[in-house]
C-alpha cells in the first residue's frame, strides 16, 4: 500500500479522501492555491502545500505545481478527486512519467473514454445502446450534425464530465451563439474546443452504475445512482438504488456496465451514465473515469468504502471483493449544497460562511469542505457540501434528508438550502415522478415564488433588535474610506457586548 | 430607533421602542408587534411575542444578515448599503449578479444601446453571466475593466440619467 | 403515531431522540433543570420546559414534574431514554394513569424484571440458564448467601441497571464495607435498598440482545452486542456483532433472548444481558427494559432506528418487521466519551467544554451531548458522547474508530479520549482477545504509566507561546477578589488580539 | 518571559525569548527549541523548529490549559494557581478529588487522625470518594461541610503544619 498520497484537489472532496487515508495510516497531503491558504482540506491532511494563484489554471490545473508538489511530499501517489485535473489523460500520463501512481484508470483510457467518440465505439462493441450524437471542433460541420439529428440537441464540452455548461438548444437560431459559447468555455476550462452534441431525449431520466475494474478484463458493479434531479443540467439530489428501476431492468442496466469495463480492461473506479427513456429503453451515455460526487450514496447502501476501494486496486492490481460481495440495503439519497441563488437563476456565490452549522442524526452523513468561517472563494465550483441520509426503505431516507437539510445552517453566503429543503418536502420528489427538466419545468416557479414572498415580520424584527442588542465588529458605522468592503476579510460576525 | 432593510425586491422598514424589562415594541411596514427580548448564551435572540416564542438566530456578513427563524433562513440586507447598488439593480441590472471575472466588455462610453443588449460578460465558476441593458439609452461611462475581479452588486457600466 | 413525546431524559439520548421524533414529524418537548438551561438537548428538541433544582432527585427523577410538563405541553407519550426512571415502574404507571403512553414495557413488566429474583425465575422458566445468586436487604442474610455463593462476588443495587455502583469482592473481611457502601448508594440511586449478589464468573464475556415485543407474545431479536470492554464494571467500547460467538452460539443465544421476550409477553425494545463463559456455556443476567445506551451499534448493522421501532410498537402495538426483516451487515464499535480521568481512578469530571469537535467521516456517527461552550454539570452521569464506526468487517469498524477518535477534540473538561484511543489501537481490541476484567487487569496500568509521562517540550511551549501571543479574557491577570473562579462561568476562550 | 506549570506530579518551567520576525527561543526544562511561531486565522499556532512544523491548539479553561499537538492531547495546569490547591495535593490529598457533593464530614477540627483515615465522602454522578489522611496528624480546620457542592482541587481539611 502507498505510504504517503497528494490529494490534487481541494473542498468537500479532498477532505473526505485525507478521511480515508488517515483511516488507513497513509500520510495525506493536501495542497492549495492562495485562496484556499488554511482551508478545512487543508487542516484534515496531514501537510499541506501551496501550489499557486488562486485561478485554477495558475494553481489546481498546473500539473507541473502538483508534480513538484508531490516530489516535495515525498508521495508515492496522487489522488485527483473529481473535476479539476481527474479525466485530464496528459496529467495521468505525466504522473506515472514521474514514476507516481496515479489512482484511477490507465492514461490511455482517460483519453479513450474521455473521447464521447470512442466512448461511443466501445459501447457499440460492447453491444450497449447509444443515444444519437455527433463530436468535433468545427462549427459549420457541428450545424450541420445538428440539424441532421434534429432539434432540441444538447451542446457540451467534449472533455471533462458532468452537466457544466451544456445548453439545449430548441431553435435553430440559437445554435450559432450556443455553439460560440460552449467553445470558449471548453477551451477555458479543458484547454480543447472540441465540442459533442447529443440529441436531446425527451422526460428521461439519468441513471448511473457504479463499476470497479482490475485493469484486466475483470469488473464488478456497485448497483446503479438515479441522479434524475438536475437543475441546469446538473445533479443536485441523487439516490440509490433509482425509484424506477425493477429487478430486471436493473440487472440488464448493471450487466450493461460491467460489459463497458470489461470491454475497456478498464481499471479503478468508473460510472457508466445512461438516460433512461420514458418506455423503459436506456442509452449509454458516457463513462466517467473517477469518482463521482455522488459516490456517498452508493457507500451508504453497499456499506463500501469507494476510496479505500480505489487505493486497494490502485496498489494491488485486483480487485478487492467478488461481485457476490457486494450487497445492497435500504436506500440512500444525497443533496448538493451549493453557494448558489436558487431562487436568482442559480447564480454562483462566494464570500464567507461566517456562521455553518452540520446535521447530526443516525443514518445521516455530511462530507463538507468548510466550517463557521471559512471563505468560499469565487474561482471554484460552488459546492460547499453533501447532506446523504440513507433507511430502510426511499421514504425513510427523504424524511431523514428532510430533517437534516432543516437542521443544516450556513450564514454569511447565500446557498440553496431553501432549494434542497422544498425539493426534499415536494410530492413529486416523495413519489418518484420526475425527469431531468422536471425541476425547471415545473418545480422552480413555484420555488421562485415562495423565495420571492416578503419575509416575515418577526424575521426584520429579529434583524434590527440584533442590530441594538449585539456587538458587530466592523459591521456597523463604517467610515467612507471601507465603503467597498473586501468580502474575504471582513469579519461580521456578532459578539455579545461585554463578552468580547 | 428606525431602520430600513432591503428583503428581496422590497424595501421594509422597523422601528424599535424599548418599554420596561427588556421588552420592546418593534414595528415593521407599520405592523406592529410587542415582545419580549432575551439574548442567550449563545448569541441567539429568543422573541416572545402574542404568538408565542420563536428563537433567532442573526449573523452580519458586510451589509447583510442571514436571520434563522425556527427552521427558515431569510437574508436582509441594511437599505443604506442597499442603496449603493440597488438603486442600479432596480433601474435594471446594470450591477455585476455575482461576484466573478469580468471577461468581456462590449460597450464604450458614448455608445448608444437598445434595451437587452448585452453590455458586459463576468465569469464566475465556468458560468458566463451578460449584463444586459435594461432599457435604451446611451452609455454614461464604464465602471467594469477587462480581467477585473468584480464583487456582486458592484456596478459595472452607468447608463445615462442614471445616479 | 404520537403528536407530542415529552423526552423525560437530558445529553446525547435525549437529544438522539429529539432527532428521529424531528424525522418523523412529531414534536419534541425536552425538560431540563437548572443546570441545564440552554443545554444541547434543549435546543434540539421543539421546546423545552424547566423541571427543577440541578440535583436529579429534584428534576430528572420527579415524576410529578415530568408529568406536569407533560400536560402542559400537551403531550401525549413519554420516553424515558436511560437511566433516571426508564426502568421506575412506578413512573410507567403514573405515566399511564395520566392518560399518556410510557414508550417502553407494561409498568408490571418493568416491575417484574427489573427484580432480579422475578427475572431469574422467568428465565427458569424460560429454560435459559442463570448465574448463581442471591437477593435481599438484610445485611446478615446476604452475608449468609455470599459465603455459601463462594467468594469472590459481585455486589450490587437489586433496581436500575448497569454496572454503576457494582463492586467485586474478594476477601470475606471487605464484605460488610461492601454491602453497607453498596445499600447507601442503592437507596440514594433507586429509593430501594435491596442489593443482590451473584457469583463472579471468572474471565467471562459480556454479550447481550437486542428485543422487541409486541406485548401479545410476539417478538423478534435484533442480534447480539458484546460489551465486553467495561471498566469499573461499566461498559465503555461495545461492538455488533461479538467477535467471539459462531454462527451456532449466536443462534443458541438469540434464541434464548427471544425465548425470555415471548415468555414475559414483553413490551417494546429490552435486552436480555447474558454472561458467556470461556468454555463458550452463557448464562442469563438480566433484562434491561429500556433502549440501551449502545444501542446505536445495533443501528449501524440492522440499517433499523431503533427509537423510532419503539414509538411504533408503542404507537401501534404490534411489531413493525418481522424476524426474516432484520438483516445483519458489517460490523459497528461504539466508543463511550466520558467526563473522566482515566489515569486516575477514572474520577468523573466537570466544568465547561471550552472547545469540541466532533469527527466526520464516512461510516463514523457521533451521538453528542454537548458542543463547544456546553457546561458538563457534576450532577448527572458523565457521558459526553457516543462515537460510533463501522464497517464491512471488524477491522474496518476498528481503524475507523481510532481515526475519528483522534479527530475528536474536546477541550475545557478532562475526558477518557486519550484511552479510548488507546484502547481501539491496542492488540488485544484487535484480536478480540478480552474479557469484562482485562482493561483493569492488564491494559490500565501500562496506559496510565503512558498518560502519566512527561508532556512533550513542544506542548510546555506552544502553552507559554499561547499565554504571550493570545489573549484569554478573564484567563490572565485575575484579581484577588477572583481567586476562586466558579468553573461554570469563567470565559476562558482565546480571541486573536486585535480581532476580537 | 518565564512562567511555571504543572504537568501531571511535575513543575515545569519555560522561558521565552523573542528573537527577530516570528522566531523565539523557547527554554523548556533547561532544554532550549527555537521556534518560528505563526498564529493561524482560526487561533491555532503553527511551530516550526528543528524537527518540522506541528500545530498547536491551546484552550484556556481557568488555569488550565488543553493543549492538542497533531493528533494528543495534554493538560496543563499554571504553576501560580496550582499552588493553591496542588501544595495539599502534594502533602498527600487533602483536596477534592474531583467536583461534587460533600456526602459526610467524619473529622472535626483537633482530631488525631492516622495515615489513610477517611476524613471526608464527596459523591459524584453516583460514585463516593472517601478523601484519606496522607499522614498521621491533628485536624486543624474541617474546610469542607456537608451537603456542600464543591470544586475539584478545592481544599477540604487543612491538617497540622498545612499552609
Known amino acids: 500500500m502507498f505510504r504517503t498520497v497528494l490529494i490534487a484537489n481541494r473542498g468537500e472532496i479532498a477532505r473526505r479522501i485525507a478521511g480515508t487515508l488517515r483511516v488507513m495510516g497513509i500520510r495525506s497531503v493536501a495542497v492549495f492555491s492562495e485562496a484556499d491558504r488554511g482551508a478545512l482540506h487543508t487542516r484534515a491532511a496531514d501537510d499541506a502545500l501551496p501550489i499557486g494563484a488562486p485561478e485554477p489554471g495558475a494553481s489546481y490545473l498546473r500539473a507541473e505545481a502538483l508534480l513538484e508538489a508531490a516530489r516535495r511530499a515525498g508521495a508515492d501517489a496522487i489522488h485527483p478527486g473529481y473535476g479539476f485535473l481527474a479525466e485530464n489523460a496528459a496529467f495521468a500520463a505525466a504522473v506515472e512519467a514521474a514514476g507516481l501512481t496515479f489512482i484511477g484508470p490507465t492514461p490511455e483510457q482517460v483519453r479513450t473514454l474521455g473521447d464521447k467518440r470512442s466512448a461511443r465505439a466501445l459501447a457499440e462493441r460492447a453491444g450497449v445502446p447509444v443515444v444519437p450524437g455527433a463530436e468535433g471542433a468545427d462549427p459549420a460541420a457541428l450545424q450541420r450534425a445538428a440539424k441532421s439529428l434534429g432539434l432540441p440537441v444538447i451542446v457540451k464540452a467534449a472533455f471533462g464530465g458532468g452537466g457544466k455548461g451544456m445548453q439545449v438548444v430548441e431553435r435553430e437560431e440559437d445554435l450559432g451563439a450556443a455553439l460560440d459559447s460552449a467553445r470558449r468555455l471548453a477551451v477555458s476550462a479543458f484547454g480543447d474546443a472540441t465540442l459533442y452534441l447529443e440529441k436531446r431525449l425527451e422526460r428521461a431520466r439519468h441513471v448511473e452504475v457504479q463499476i470497479f475494474g482490475d485493469g484486466r478484463g475483470g469488473a464488478i458493479h456497485l448497483f446503479e445512482r438515479d441522479c434524475t434531479l438536475q437543475r441546469r443540467h446538473q445533479k443536485v439530489v441523487e439516490e440509490s438504488p433509482s425509484p424506477v428501476l425493477d429487478e430486471r431492468r436493473r440487472r440488464a442496466l448493471t450487466d450493461a456496465a460491467v460489459a463497458l469495463a470489461r470491454e475497456a480492461r478498464y481499471r479503478g473506479a468508473g460510472t457508466a451514465e445512461f438516460l433512461l427513456a420514458p418506455d423503459g429503453r436506456f442509452y449509454f451515455l458516457e463513462i466517467n473515469t473517477r469518482l463521482q460526487v455522488e459516490h456517498p450514496v452508493t457507500e451508504a447502501v453497499t456499506g463500501l468504502d469507494l476510496v479505500r476501494l480505489q487505493l486497494e486496486v490502485a496498489a494491488g492490481g485486483a480487485l478487492p471483493l467478488r461481485q457476490e460481495d457486494v450487497v445492497r440495503r435500504g436506500h440512500a439519497i444525497e443533496a448538493r449544497l451549493y453557494a448558489e441563488d436558487a431562487a436568482h437563476g442559480f447564480l454562483p456565490q462566494a464570500g464567507r460562511a461566517e456562521r455553518v452549522r452540520w446535521p447530526s442524526a443516525p443514518f445521516v452523513r455530511v462530507d463538507a469542505g468548510i466550517e463557521s468561517g471559512d471563505a468560499v472563494p469565487v474561482h471554484y465550483d460552488p459546492i460547499l457540501a453533501k447532506v446523504i441520509a440513507s433507511g430502510a426503505d426511499r421514504t425513510a431516507a427523504i424524511e431523514r434528508l428532510a430533517a437534516a437539510l432543516d437542521d443544516t445552517l450556513v450564514h454569511g453566503v447565500i446557498t440553496n438550502l431553501p432549494f434542497l429543503r422544498a425539493l426534499a418536502r415536494s410530492r413529486e420528489v416523495a413519489e418518484g415522478r420526475f425527469d431531468t427538466e422536471w425541476v425547471e419545468r415545473e418545480f422552480l416557479a413555484g420555488f421562485s415564488a415562495l423565495a420571492m414572498a416578503p419575509a416575515p415580520e418577526l424575521a426584520l424584527a429579529a434583524a434590527a433588535l440584533a442590530e441594538r442588542l449585539l456587538v458587530a465588529p466592523g459591521g456597523t458605522g463604517r467610515t467612507g474610506a471601507e465603503a467597498v468592503p473586501d468580502p474575504f476579510t471582513t469579519l461580521g460576525r456578532w459578539r455579545l457586548p461585554g463578552l468580547g | ?163
Open chain 2, 1 to 163: 430607533m428606525r431602520s430600513a432593510w432591503r428583503d428581496g425586491e422590497r424595501v421594509r422598514t422597523v422601528e424599535i421602542e424599548p418599554l420596561a424589562a427588556g421588552r420592546y415594541r418593534v414595528v415593521v411596514d407599520g405592523v406592529p408587534l410587542e415582545l419580549a427580548v432575551e439574548t442567550l448564551a449563545d448569541g441567539r435572540l429568543r422573541l416572545e411575542g402574542a404568538d408565542g416564542v420563536t428563537v433567532a438566530e442573526v449573523t452580519a456578513a458586510g451589509e447583510r444578515r442571514f436571520v434563522r427563524l425556527g427552521r427558515l433562513d431569510f437574508v436582509l440586507r441594511r437599505e443604506d448599503a442597499a442603496r449603493r447598488g440597488g438603486a442600479a439593480s432596480q433601474a435594471g441590472g446594470l450591477e455585476a449578479p455575482m461576484p466573478g471575472l469580468v471577461t468581456r466588455v462590449l460597450v464604450v462610453a458614448g455608445d448608444a444601446v437598445r434595451k437587452g443588449q448585452p453590455l458586459v460578460a463576468i465569469e464566475a465558476m465556468k458560468m458566463e453571466h451578460l449584463v444586459r441593458a435594461p432599457r435604451a439609452g446611451r452609455v454614461k461611462s464604464v465602471v467594469a475593466r477587462l480581467g477585473e475581479m468584480v464583487d456582486g452588486g458592484v456596478q459595472v457600466v452607468e447608463l445615462d440619467g442614471e445616479a
